[in-house]
């Protein structure tokens, strides 16, 4: 993330909308933002719109209606979407890397600096707008996202704020700029985290985690001493 909006962010900055580019076929496209025609589709017109993101090669798509009832999931590849119908079709489109669903947003990853978004964008608005007209679930019914924040019996006072602070001024935070942020646990001073969606291959994560997520725990709780960043690498698909 580029450190300097993502600190912003922290500070209750507001993001921008992309500009306008291009029309495609049944799609019309106003400030980066399409619109399934009506005469196609008379009950199920959509209006999607695209937001970016610090990291240039992630970009954020709403769709104006709600995608996961409850918290987030990343498929970091095709292998990783066989719980997810929406997923499995971003993934068919060439030059996609990973998806990253959250309340009412969807960031596509692309494979990197070659691929131009001029030539996935319309790609992607059109199999946003084609699944929600089939009426599919965005995740199929028994893989619904853990809750890695949730309270827990074993908590202890520090981890229980940890949390809380995660979830009510952390999250919202790094989920406007297409991202996420999990908890995977608090040892000898040490928060462990892991960074999702726009968040994973952004070139100034690093600052973000340690000048933004470190020094607002370290304000409220003074029993952290840092923040440092876990990679699973094993997981299939992650969920909070």
């Known amino acids: 993330m580029a450190a ?49 993101t610090p990291n240039p090669n992630s970009l954020k798509f709403l769709p104006g209606r709600t995608v996961l009832e409850s918290g987030t999931m990343d498929f970091a590849g095709p292998r990783d979407a066989f719980c997810s119908p929406l997923a499995r079709q971003l993934f068919r489109i060439d030059g996609v890397k990973s998806v990253f669903l959250g309340p009412d947003f969807i960031t596509v990853t692309k494979s990197g600096a070659d691929m131009e978004w001029r030539v996935i964008k319309p790609d992607v608005f059109a199999a946003i707008m084609d699944f929600f007209t089939t009426g599919l679930p965005v995740v199929n019914e028994d893989s619904a996202p ?9 908590d202890d006072e520090v981890v229980a704020m940890i949390k809380e602070l995660l979830d009510t001024r952390i999250r919202p935070t790094v989920q406007e700029d297409g991202g996420d942020v999990l908890y ?14 726009s968040c994973t291959s952004c070139p100034s994560s690093i600052i973000t985690l340690k000048n933004g997520i470190q020094n607002m725990l370290q304000f409220y709780v003074p029993e952290v001493e840092s923040v440092e960043q876990v990679k699973d690498e094993e997981s299939v698909a992650h969920g909070n």
């Open 184 to 197: 995977r646990g608090f040892e000898d001073g040490i928060v462990k985290l892991q960074l999702q969606g």
């Open 146 to 154: 853990s809750a890695d924040t949730a309270p827990s019996d074993d």
């Open 4 to 52: 300097s909006r993502q600190l912003g962010r922290l500070l209750g900055l507001s993001g921008r909308l992309s500009r306008p580019l291009y029309d495609c076929s049944s799609y019309t496209q106003y400030y980066d933002c399409y619109i399934l025609s009506s005469c196609i589709f008379p009950a199920r017109s959509m209006f999607v719109q695209t937001q970016d």
